[in-house]
């Protein structure tokens, strides 16, 4: 079974520039979750998606970051524009969803390493 | 907001010795899982605990669910260099809408 794909693996922007980056869940898999994660701390959910619905985006920072889901499989997650603060690894993380998720969790992809100078 | 907050946050032992790292929460949770992740990789799931006073072991590791759910312990035994890793608790909620709420994670070095 292939895992979560993202890309790109690493990419280095100047603030006020913009950045996208892009995750093809596992076949299937009707959840997909983008997830901030700062050196030194755990992840911090940025936005949920149940097929091609917003479930929660209420720690998205909508003034600058938008995501989207198209026809419910890849995800594409945009900043625009960044912030120094913005530095961090960007985990997407796919499931089947609901009880099956509480036993079996994430899929994690191996993240987009973000740096903003 | 629901916070899991993790201790000790940095851990360097020899191997062969004995650890333990904690979760604790003030909030409930329908199920906590552990995961641990290596550099440059995503989180990988170690295990899922459901029930309050669960205990789980998987080889060396064992893990504990507080009989309230709101606390969870991890315990490796004669740990290995191969365990170095950031290990990171996630408390579950939301029903049909489930998500994953992490704590900080515990950052531990095994020294040969």
């Known amino acids: 079974e292939a895992g979560v794909a993202q890309s790109p693996r690493y990419k280095i922007i100047e603030k006020r520039q913009s950045v996208a980056f892009w995750c093809n869940p596992i076949?299937?898999?009707?959840?997909l979750y983008w997830y901030q994660q700062i050196l030194g701390q755990g992840p911090k959910l940025l936005i949920q998606?149940?097929?091609?619905?917003?479930?929660?985006d209420s720690q998205l920072p909508k003034d600058r970051f938008s995501a989207e889901r198209l026809k419910g499989v890849d995800s594409t997650l945009k900043i625009q524009p960044a912030k120094l603060e913005d530095s961090a690894v960007y985990l997407c993380?796919?499931?089947?969803?609901?009880?099956?998720?509480?036993?079996?969790?994430?899929?994690f992809g191996s993240g987009t390493r973000l740096t903003v100078v | 907001t629901q916070l899991l907050e993790q201790s000790p946050q940095f851990l360097s032992i020899q191997e062969g010795e004995n650890l333990t790292v904690y979760c604790n929460s003030s909030?409930?949770?329908?199920?906590l899982q552990w995961y641990r992740q290596e550099p440059g990789e995503g989180p990988v799931l170690l295990v899922t605990?459901?029930?309050?006073?669960e205990v789980k072991k998987l080889k060396r590791l064992t893990f504990q669910f507080g009989d309230a759910r709101k606390d969870s312990s991890l315990h490796i035994t004669a740990a290995q260099p191969g365990d170095t890793g950031l290990y990171l608790c996630?408390?579950?909620?939301?029903?049909?809408?489930?998500?994953?709420?992490f704590g900080k994670g515990t950052l531990l070095t095994v020294n040969p």
């Open positions: 993380a796919s499931s089947l969803g609901g009880s099956y998720t509480a036993i079996v969790g994430y899929t």
């Open positions: 076949s299937g898999h009707a959840t």
């Open positions: 998606f149940q097929n091609n619905g917003v479930v929660d």
């Open positions: 909030s409930v949770f329908s199920s």
């Open positions: 605990v459901v029930t309050g006073g």
């Open positions: 996630a408390g579950g909620s939301g029903g049909s809408n489930y998500k994953l709420t």
